[in-house]
T-cell receptor
Framework: GENVEQHPSTLSVQEGDSAVIKCTYS??????FPWYKQELGKRPQLIID?????GEKKDQRIAVTLNKTAKHFSLHITETQPEDSAVYFC??????????FGKGTSLLVTP | DVKVTQSSRYLVKRTGEKVFLECVQD?????MFWYRQDPGLGLRLIYF???????EKGDIPEGYSVSREKKERFSLILESASTNQTSMYLC???????????FGQGTRLTVV
């Protein structure tokens, strides 16, 4: 089945800096790549997603890039704020039914 | 607003008990999922269902079963709870292929 690797597992940045989280996937048939944010004690929520026919997508301070050839995708957060502190999960779907998640990145933004 | 509701926020059960975790969604989604979340292991798929009475095994189905008799409800069953099933269980639903999954608030299960 699909295997999604996510790095780093923890990331600490200063407020205002950028943060980058990287994921790789194994199944070349995967065609949907969402990113979820989970704040402490809360449920995961979608923050941005990208499909395999697009190389980059932006939404205000967050962006996702996809390299299908290399089978990796990345989340970029610019001008980080303390409220960006959370666990971020990448995922990939090759069947359209179930998402396979990475192990998560704990992001800490310090003032 | 999509709502995915899990029946319990916290549960404590004894080893060997049969445990039912219930999940209900109100958006007429075809797909429903059960994930298990453990520190350092992320979200691991236990089972999913893409239609009523249909189910597919995920990555870690051992020790679990599921039931989907109605479109809006997806139940996770631990046939004989064991201490290694102590975990956070998250239910999710989605409209179809390659779409957002909406999560429930989670059930923290402790097996003693």
């Amino acid at each position: 089945g699909e295997n999604v690797e996510q790095h780093p597992s923890t990331l600490s940045v200063q407020e205002g800096d950028s943060a980058v989280i990287k994921c790789t996937y194994s199944d070349s048939a995967s065609n949907y790549f969402p990113w979820y944010k989970q704040e402490l004690g809360k449920r995961p929520q979608l923050i941005i997603d990208i499909r395999s026919n697009v190389g980059e997508k932006k939404d205000q301070r967050i962006a996702v890039t996809l390299n299908k050839t290399a089978k990796h995708f990345s989340l970029h957060i610019t001008e980080t704020q303390p409220e960006d502190s959370a666990v971020y999960f990448c995922a990939a779907s090759n069947s359209g039914y179930a998402l396979n998640f990475g192990k998560g990145t704990s992001l800490l933004v310090t003032p | 607003d999509v709502k995915v509701t899990q029946s319990s926020r916290y549960l404590v059960k004894r080893t060997g008990e049969k445990v039912f975790l219930e999940c209900v969604q109100d958006m007429d989604h075809e797909n429903m999922f059960w994930y298990r979340q453990d520190p350092g292991l992320g979200l691991r798929l236990i089972y999913f269902s893409y239609d009523v009475k249909m189910k597919e095994k995920g990555d870690i189905p051992e020790g679990y079963s599921v039931s989907r008799e109605k479109k809006e409800r997806f139940s996770l069953i631990l046939e004989s709870a064991s201490t290694n099933q102590t975990s956070m269980y998250l239910c999710a639903s989605g409209a179809g292929a390659v779409t957002e999954a909406f999560f429930g608030q989670g059930t923290r299960l402790t097996v003693v």
